[in-house]
């Protein structure tokens, strides 16, 4: 066992990790913070999307000591202290951007990692960038709808077919 | 996955070193070893993090104008900061997988590997690179010898990869969508003396040379010049997403492409 150190959702926290922990695992299992989900485990599908260091990654595939001392952010940091939802969560929900809800937490992290590099993104560098995010329930076109409003446009001509 | 002791050095030495033991591997980014390990393909007793070894960060330009990239440096950091010295390289790197891929992937990981499909076999074959290690320095011609098969030794670490900036060059790759990886992707570079085309996710034998079709295009550049030229479908690879057929046609193809774009 190593002990690891690292702030996630800006507070210092540590634990004794062995070298094949995940980061997926030390969040959900040791932090309880089980928001980031697991889908794949095999770096496909998007649903354990972190950031690190500001940058939006797979947390299935990478080492939990890889990210020792490293700013992380979850999907449980996006709110607010109280629970409220930030932008890109609350255009979710108004846009209908989520049905199971089991690809979300990666959707929005990435949403986030996008909007930061390009806060006005078109529709095409939306699914673009959503590429490594897969909804089982297919929910893409409200998804990007969601992102769409959230950073601020109008979506009225965007079609959910 | 299996356990083992990991370490991570912050210079090319301490590596080199902590590599020496049995069984020891580099990790990349991880992005092909950990799924790699976690089907227990790979069992390594030791990873050597190569990430926090500053002197494998990052893109430069070298005095006789030659683009070099950092072994550790991210496939997302190379399509933005080889944007402007090496265009149809960044445009390599931005094309790999998908943006949380391509903010862990790095270089050395994906040339050390030689996956059949993937992107920089293709890009460092074609330009005609040299793979720069711990101990030598290799011609791209040499190094790659087939499926996810290198000359690189037990423990050597490719600590950079350094690329004469051709005229023009252009990937095109046929995505396969499930993979995110190249069904075929062809990459083509002309230099003043002479044109380079090089293949990925076609052959059984990994990232090769199109021979003919370069002597082709250095008596014409035009996308006719490849006329009558066809490749032998009976070492290409054949799977569900393509038969050994199809994909022997679709190099063709691709690489029509790519003249068109550097035309
Ligand atoms: C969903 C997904 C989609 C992908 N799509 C593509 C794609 O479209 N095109 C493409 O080309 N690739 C693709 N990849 C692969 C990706 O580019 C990997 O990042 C790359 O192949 C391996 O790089 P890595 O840094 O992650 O290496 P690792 O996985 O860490 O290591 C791979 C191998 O290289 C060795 N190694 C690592 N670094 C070094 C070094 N500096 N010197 C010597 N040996 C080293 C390791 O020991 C290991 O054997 C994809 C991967 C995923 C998960
Ligand atoms: S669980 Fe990590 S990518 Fe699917
Ligand atoms: S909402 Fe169900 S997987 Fe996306």
Redesign the pocket.
Known sequence: MTQVSMTVNGKAVSGDVEGRTLL?SFLRDQLSLTGT????????????VVHVNGEAI????MLALEADGADVGTIEGQAAEDGTLNVIQQAFQDHHGLQCGFCTPGMVMSAAALLKDNPRPTEGEIRKYLEGNLCRCTGYHNIVKAIMAASGQDVSSIAAE | MYSFEFEKPSTIADAVAALASEDAQALGGGQTLIPTMKQRLAAPSKLVSVSGIAEMQGVCIEDDGSVAIGGATTHARVAVEAAGSYPALAAVAGQIGDPAVRNRGTIGGSVANNDPAACYPACVLGSGATIVTNTRQIAADDFFQGMFTTVLEEGEIITSVRFPVPQAASYQKFLQPASRFALVGVYLARFADGVRVAVTGASEDGVFRWSEAEEALNKEFRPDALMGLHINPANMIGDLHGSKEYRAHLVGVMTKRAIEACS
């Open positions: 997926s989900h697991v889908g794949c485990d095999t770096a496909q599908c998007g649903a354990c797979k947390s299935c595939n």
